[in-house]
Nanobody
Framework: QVQLVESGGGSVQPGGSLRLSCVAT????????MNWVRQAPGKGFEWVSS????????LYANAVKGRFTISRDDAKNTVYLQMKRLKVEDTAVYYC?????????????????RGQGTQVTVSS
């Protein structure tokens, strides 16, 4: 049974930083791509970033490129999202999700297998 547990969210001022973590259990973490998606209040899911098996392939949404960094530690079954220079529009519930394969997610597969989420609030 896939289990994904996110942590690290919180409230910060614009320009601040947060580091999200997601611990995975119930599957062979090393074999799958992993992703971060977010959902702002009243909006649908928005893909944020993906990292493939092995971590040598990474993608970012244009909205976060240059500010967010995704990484993975296969020894700890954990995927991270380092977020810097946060903006008010980054406010959302952030979820990690498991790809269906070693590659990046696509479409609804980006949030089908996701955790319970962690709230990130950016406000002054």
């Amino acid at each position: 049974q896939v289990q994904l547990v996110e942590s690290g969210g919180g409230s910060v001022q614009p320009g601040g930083s947060l580091r999200l973590s997601c611990v995975a259990t119930g599957f062979n973490f090393n074999d799958y791509g992993m992703n971060w998606v977010r959902q702002a209040p009243g909006k649908g899911f928005e893909w944020v970033s993906s990292i493939n098996r092995g971590g040598d392939g990474i993608l970012y949404a244009n909205a976060v490129k240059g500010r967010f960094t995704i990484s993975r530690d296969d020894a700890k079954n954990t995927v991270y999202l380092q977020m810097k220079r946060l903006k008010v529009e980054d406010t959302a519930v952030y979820y990690c999700s498991k790809s269906s394969s070693q590659h990046f997610c696509s479409g609804t597969g980006c949030y089908a297998d996701r955790g319970q989420g962690t709230q990130v609030t950016v406000s002054s």
